[in-house]
């Protein structure tokens, strides 16, 4: 069905229920990797990344992803980090334990270098010691209020670099995911979902607007496929 896109419609989204089931949970996180994977979430943050850890190369770089669902964008990019040979170190936070427990699963085991844990990012403030914060994919799921503060909170935390990689509010980008949520995914959640989270998607001059009145002074947005933004701040 064809909704109005001329503004935010956001509407509640079956994965943000508690009560979700977590074998139903685990196969929407299932088809949300992979479409995260054809999207190219982790390569849109990798080259912010690699040039952090080149800057950095006296220290270890920590780098803390933002309710991080099933962490295959954490796990993706320690496993680009380690192919290149940089000192990096990925944590990966959510609220969700059915999601953590996936990525946990899903990490190499004994790799020190990745880990989970639990926190309601809404609610918590975020621990010190990162040298970037990057989120994806999680802040058309907030108010208004809600998602400055959470860019507010990421500037205010990471010590150089922060980066948010979501959705844009398009008729191509709802298009979108009405067809690849059906076609590459089986789970009715994501089928559901994808869709919704288009609606209620932000605008990408109304993130930027956003983002300068939570203190990224010198924010940069970029549009990248399929209908998505990244939008990255170097703290000064």
């Known amino acids: 069905m064809w909704i109005s896109l001329s503004r935010r419609n956001?509407?509640?989204?079956?994965?943000?229920?508690?009560?979700l089931p977590a074998d139903v949970h685990g196969?929407?996180?299932l088809g949300l990797a992979r479409l995260n994977w054809l999207s190219g979430s982790s390569r849109n943050f990798w080259p912010a990344l690699r040039q952090l850890a080149q800057s950095r190369s006296e220290h270890t770089v920590r780098v803390l992803d933002v309710a991080c669902g099933g962490g295959d964008v954490m796990i993706a990019l320690a496993n680009k980090a380690r192919r290149a040979g940089y000192d990096m170190e990925f944590v990966g936070c959510d609220v969700s334990e059915v999601a953590l427990s996936i990525a946990r699963k899903n990490a190499k085991p004994g790799d020190q270098r990745l880990r989970f844990f639990q926190a309601n990012?809404?609610?918590s403030e975020f621990p010190a010691g990162f040298d970037a914060i990057v989120c994806s994919l999680f802040l058309h799921h907030l108010t208004d209020s809600d998602a400055e503060d959470l860019l507010r909170r990421m500037g205010l935390?990471?010590?150089?670099?922060?980066?948010?990689?979501?959705?844009?509010?398009?008729?191509?980008g709802y298009a979108l995911a009405l067809l690849a949520s059906r076609l590459l995914v089986?789970?009715?959640?994501?089928?559901?979902?994808?869709?919704?989270?288009?609606?209620?998607?932000?605008?990408?001059?109304?993130?930027?607007?956003?983002?300068?009145?939570?203190g990224w002074a010198e924010a940069v947005l970029s549009r990248h496929w399929p209908q998505r933004f990244l939008l990255q701040w170097w703290k000064p």
């Open 10 to 19: 956001r509407q509640p989204e079956m994965m943000d229920q508690p009560d």
């Open 121 to 123: 990012v809404i609610e």
């Open 157 to 172: 935390a990471a010590d150089r670099l922060v980066m948010v990689d979501d959705l844009v509010r398009s008729r191509s």
């Open 27 to 29: 196969k929407a996180l």
């Open 186 to 214: 089986r789970s009715p959640i994501v089928h559901l979902d994808g869709p919704l989270s288009v609606a209620g998607a932000f605008a990408p001059d109304d993130v930027l607007l956003m983002a300068k009145r939570a």
